[in-house]
């Protein structure tokens, strides 16, 4: 069963702009590394799951992966020949907003290179820009 919120209030919402810089989850809080994003997207539950299998397959049962982010958007699609009009198309997927600054995933209890390894792992699964991040000492 992929990842969608159980329930809803409204099932179609407007696309809406992503603005400004991520001032909630931007700071590694679970792990020791995350993997951090540069710029602002989509990032639909396939992609999401994609990157979650990828670092999970790669780091066993060595250390925890943690996924921050979760799809509570719905995007909508019109079907394919459709004349204009007759209201807004059916839910074809769920998304996540990401903003730039938002960590993403975490990965806990291994070494830098096996983390690394990992995120860039999740990384090449993702449509933007992301960068390594470790945890801060004073946290």
């Given at each position: 069963?992929?990842?969608?919120?159980?329930?809803?209030?409204?099932?179609?919402?407007?696309?809406?702009?992503?603005?400004?810089?991520?001032?909630?989850?931007?700071?590694?809080?679970?792990?020791?590394?995350?993997?951090?994003?540069?710029?602002?997207?989509?990032?639909?539950?396939?992609?999401?799951?994609?990157?979650?299998?990828?670092?999970?397959?790669?780091?066993?049962?060595?250390?925890?992966?943690?996924?921050?982010?979760?799809?509570?958007?719905?995007?909508?699609?019109?079907?394919?020949?459709?004349?204009?009009?007759?209201?807004?198309?059916?839910?074809?997927?769920?998304?996540?907003?990401?903003?730039?600054?938002?960590?993403?995933?975490?990965?806990?209890?291994?070494?830098?290179?096996?983390?690394?390894?990992?995120?860039?792992?999740?990384?090449?699964?993702?449509?933007?820009?992301?960068r390594m991040v470790r945890r801060?000492?004073?946290?």
């Open positions: 069963m992929p990842l969608m919120p159980k329930r809803v209030k409204f099932r179609k919402i407007h696309r809406g702009v992503i603005k400004g810089k991520a001032t909630r989850g931007n700071t590694v809080a679970f792990g020791d590394f995350g993997l951090q994003a540069l710029a602002q997207a989509w990032i639909s539950v396939r992609q999401i799951e994609a990157g979650r299998v990828a670092a999970q397959h790669y780091i066993g049962t060595d250390g925890r992966l943690f996924v921050r982010i979760f799809p509570h958007k719905s995007v909508t699609k019109k079907p394919a020949e459709t004349r204009m009009g007759s209201g807004k198309g059916e839910v074809e997927y769920w998304c996540a907003v990401v903003k730039p600054g938002t960590v993403m995933f975490e990965v806990g209890g291994v070494a830098e290179d096996l983390a690394r390894q990992a995120l860039s792992r999740v990384a090449h699964k993702l449509p933007i820009h992301t801060r000492v004073g946290q």
